[in-house]
């Protein structure tokens, strides 16, 4: 009876061990046709630019190997764990690495500053808890500070890139609005009168032949020259 409780209450240590434990960074777990679990990369959010971008997808990946880069019996731990059984020295250099891999790249992106304090106050905590031996470097192995300050950078990327693809879409509704009310404003010109639009001449005075419109005066030169023969 003792052992039936001891296992239910591992397991449900387990369970809620699994609650706190943060998602791998770089892959994802899904469900293929035939039922089996499947890993595969995690999409980056949309509408980061290329620098975002670049920053995130490295320091997922460092946060990965970190964290969560080799699996033994069901169970996944980086290279944290590894460096971290090295007493002393083993602690500090992860701190480093931490920093480094993950905090430093992730400046580069322009994070604010209450972003910042969140990742070194991860990083804080990992480095405390680490100096306790043994049971700090289980704590880690659970904690993986790496992991929560790559989740945080790429939920602060996504709203950024979701405020760009909103900005991208108001300019281009206002462009459409300006071009067609430009549009608009444009008039169809007049057809003009006595006139066609393929250059056709049209049936008025200004196209009468040339013979007919001559007619008259070479009619008025005989007159003249006949009452010049008149005259005595």
């Not at 693809?165 to 206002?174: F, I, P, V």
């Amino acid at each position: 009876m003792t052992d039936f409780y001891e296992r239910l209450g591992r397991k449900l240590f387990e369970k809620h061990l699994q609650d706190y434990r943060p998602a791998d960074p770089l892959y994802e777990t899904y469900t293929d046709k035939r039922g089996r679990q499947r890993r595969r990369k995690r999409e980056l959010p949309p509408g980061l630019s290329a620098r975002d971008a670049k920053i995130l997808l490295s320091v997922k990946r460092h946060a990965h190997y970190l964290d969560k880069g080799f699996n033994i019996g069901g169970m996944r731990f980086g290279w944290t764990f590894v460096i971290g059984i090295i007493p002393g020295a083993g602690d500090v250099a992860d701190a480093a690495l931490n920093y480094v891999l993950v905090v430093r790249k992730a400046r580069q992106a322009d994070i604010p500053n209450w972003l910042l304090r969140r990742m070194l106050a991860n990083n804080a905590v990992s480095a405390a808890v680490g100096f306790i031996p043994v049971v700090g470097d289980i704590v880690l192995a659970t904690f993986k500070a790496n992991s929560r300050n790559a989740a945080l950078l790429e939920e602060f990327l996504r709203v950024r890139g979701e405020e760009t693809l909103k900005q991208t879409a108001e300019q281009q509704a206002e462009a459409e609005a300006g071009a067609s009310s430009s549009g608009a404003a444009w008039k169809t010109p007049a057809k003009r009168e006595n006139s066609s639009w393929f250059g056709r001449r049209g049936k008025g005075k200004e196209n009468v032949p040339a013979a007919a419109a001559a007619e008259p005066r070479a009619s008025a030169s005989r007159d003249s020259r006949f009452i010049e023969d008149m005259e005595p």
